[in-house]
């Protein structure tokens, strides 16, 4: 048994900043990948960050220079850290573990329930 639970979300302001966190539980032998997804009302689901256990990066244009994301693969936890948060970053955000190699032997991918993210004046 494999889950992910996010924490981080809430409202803020335009310019603002949260950091939004990870942690998948469960007995969980690797995961070659981490990241965030986002889903906005009438959109499709998109990516927007994912970092592997080495270390290697990747960003949705939307988020590069402004979004950071970091992984502690002893904790199996990964963050994202937003900054300068425009109105078009609200949406739901889903965390995904990729590629985890589980106690049973199974190897699959997971989602989180999702937080959400609004950024409002």
């Known amino acids: 048994q494999v889950q992910l639970v996010e924490s981080g979300g809430g409202l803020v302001q335009p310019g603002g900043s949260l950091r939004l966190s990870c942690a998948a539980s469960?007995?969980?032998?690797?995961?070659?990948?981490m990241g965030w997804y986002r889903q906005a009302p009438g959109k499709q689901r998109e990516l927007v960050a994912t970092?592997?256990?080495?270390?290697?990066?990747n960003y949705a244009d939307s988020v590069k220079g402004r979004f950071t994301i970091s992984r502690d693969n002893a904790k199996n936890t990964v963050y994202l850290q937003m900054n300068s948060l425009k109105p078009e970053d609200t949406a739901v955000y889903y965390c995904?573990?990729?590629?985890?190699?589980?106690?049973?032997?199974?190897?699959?991918?997971?989602w989180g329930q999702g937080t959400q993210v609004t950024v409002s004046s």
């Open positions: 970092i592997t256990s080495s270390g290697r990066t």
């Open positions: 469960g007995r969980i032998f690797s995961i070659y990948a």
């Open positions: 995904n573990a990729e590629g985890v190699v589980a106690g049973d032997g199974s190897f699959d991918d997971y």
